[in-house]
């Protein structure tokens, strides 16, 4: 008699984290840019792609990129509009009416419109160069995020998996212990029709 189909055959084999990769990215993993690249090979080490970005990017500046930052940050405050109105006034004040006759800047303040243009012109290229940094610094954030959406989509599919093949593992079993019981019955059916007319035929009474 042939014995029933076990379940063992059904057992999925061991997620692999380079197929789950080749099935989300659709490409091989040596064909992959080079950040997309590093992002699998953590996945497959196991090691996490989070890092603290801010700290990075704030590493990498040199003192005189952080010297403009700093006074980009400065311009841009109420405290400097502040501040340099009420020296606007002074000096207009001190050479209109404190210095009559003395003044070293008198109306139109040449001297004090030249103060100013050369001010505005150091201050804009400090300040481009800071809204440069940004952009950069935010493009720096969205690849991180990008690596950290594909490692965690990475995580989610590799749990798919190997919920799939706990499933499947369990509907074996399941499979299994129907075939033993049904191979259990058919013994015991075997048994029951084997034994039975021979323990009649012994005893000497006639099967019913």
Known sequence: MNKPHTGRSFSAARVDPRQTAHK????????????????????????????????????????????????????????FIIVFLVVLVAWMALNSYLLVGKSFDPYPYILLNLCLSCVAAIQAPIIMMSQNRASAADRMHAQHDYEVNVKSELEIMQVHEKLDEMRERDWAALVDAQNRQIELLQQLLERITGIGPSSAHESGEDPP
């Open 24 to 79: 989300l990215l659709r490409a091989e993993i040596e064909r992959l840019p080079a950040d997309e690249r590093a992002v699998i090979e953590r996945f497959i080490a196991r090691r996490s792609v989070s890092r603290n970005m801010v700290r990075e990017f704030e590493a990498s500046l040199s003192f005189g990129e952080r010297l403009s930052d700093r006074v980009a940050a400065v311009g841009g405050t109420w405290t």
